[in-house]
């Protein structure tokens, strides 16, 4: 009888320890959170750790008790770790904040409407770029905290345009049709191309058509747009151009495009601005670069302005997101001096607007030539185009790379786009 009497209270105890532990995986998570600690989670030990560490250090004269930990991850990494934890609805060992490149963004909240925490009334968003608040809200609620820009601008070498007769001023504010043209006469007299590329990239495309204000899907970010997209179409145009002119050297990695405008073989780069540590990584060319603004696409409604890449700051929904967004208010979202450090110790340029009144962003840059250009980029940032990227930016440019290699081997422009248009329609749901 004892016996039994022990094994009954024994199944008692296993019971309620079963029972106790099989409520929702997230409310158990959420019961063993630190009230005094939050994670983070982002890639690039030179760039956004650094810019982390510095705001860390910042927020410690404001709440020096909370426990700040950096974990870096691949920028890949972070995608496969958010889309398996949240497609399974739990949060154990997710972070309290994440950044996530603005190109993917919403195809996180859009996905997992209930797993970040809105950040709407929490910072002043007339403050930031708007181009940026519109990549980190859906349906009117802001739920990222805008970071770095991706602002482009046309990196050129002054001393290659000096030979075929060319200044700085004589490529302000110009349209592609000017760029190709400057870039023959510069091939002539130099023997440079324009500028390389990588034929499985077309970052470039994305350039072109925000200076227009289109991108790959219409304003509701969901509806495919290649087939009667005019921008795309031109864009098209002036990439076969280029290529047919014999004006692109071609990369196919990250170390070939350094090493192609550190070695002096392009006489231009079109790019983000996160380039410019890159380009003054060669010494010995400084004084012999400037950066003007972004071609803008002719015969339309296109500006000198556009954006190549930028992330933003998330805060999931899951214990400690009230330190989160007080940790992100406090510095990214408000320090303008803060943003002064990300210039001078990490070449940071952010998309908060007051910061573009400090020291830092004015400085001029001996390499460029004397010019100032943080500023310069800063005023180009707020005049980029709001678009909608919409959730599959990288999955239609896919096919966009197919297609274009068939334009490029002499199908039909039209055909090819609407070839491209039926298989983005098929694909992505």
Known sequence: MKKLLALIMVCMLLL?????????????????????????????????????ELAKE????????????????AQDDIVQKLNTSLSSGTTKGLPNIVLIEDYRAKSFLQAYPDMFHPLTGSFETKDFVQYK????????????????????????????????????????????????????????????????????????????????????????????????????????????????????????????????????????????????????????????????????????????????????????DVPGKENAVDFLTKTFGSNVDLYQKFVTDIGAIGTYIPAAEGEAYKTKDEFFGGQSIVSDFSKWAEEIPQVNYGMHTYAIEDILVVAMQNYLAGQDLDKVLKEAQQQAETQIK
């Open 58 to 73: 910042a927020y410690a004269s404001e709440n020096p008790d909370l426990k700040v930990n950096i974990i870096e991850n």
């Open 133 to 316: 608040v519109e990549a980190t809200s859906v349906d009117g609620e802001n739920y990222g905290l805008p970071f770095d820009t991706g602002a482009t601008g046309l990196y050129v070498r002054t001393d290659y345009l000096a030979e075929a007769g060319y200044t700085v001023e004589d490529l302000q504010n110009i349209d592609w049709k000017e760029y190709i043209e400057i870039g023959k006469k510069v091939k002539e007299a130099t023997g440079k191309r324009l500028l390389t590329y990588d034929p499985n990239d077309l970052g470039i495309l994305r350039t072109m058509i925000q200076s227009a204000g289109k991108w790959y899907v219409k304003e509701d970010g969901t509806t495919i747009d290649l087939a009667n997209n005019e921008a795309l179409k031109l864009s098209f145009k002036i990439y076969k151009e280029l290529v047919d002119n014999d004006l692109m050297n071609f990369h196919s990695d990250w170390n070939e495009f350094l090493a192609t405008f550190n070695g002096g073989e392009v006489a231009t780069v079109t790019t983000g601005n996160w380039i410019t540590p890159s380009i003054k990584a060669e010494a010995s060319q400084s004084g012999k670069w400037a950066v003007v603004p972004h071609p803008s696409l002719p015969g339309m409604e296109s500006v000198n302005a556009s954006n190549l890449g930028g992330a933003s700051w998330y805060v999931l």
């Open 16 to 52: 309620a320890a079963c029972s106790s532990g099989s409520s929702n995986g997230t409310e158990s998570e959420k019961g063993s959170a630190d009230a005094n600690e939050i994670t983070v989670w982002a890639w690039d030990p030179n760039f956004n750790i650094k810019a982390l």
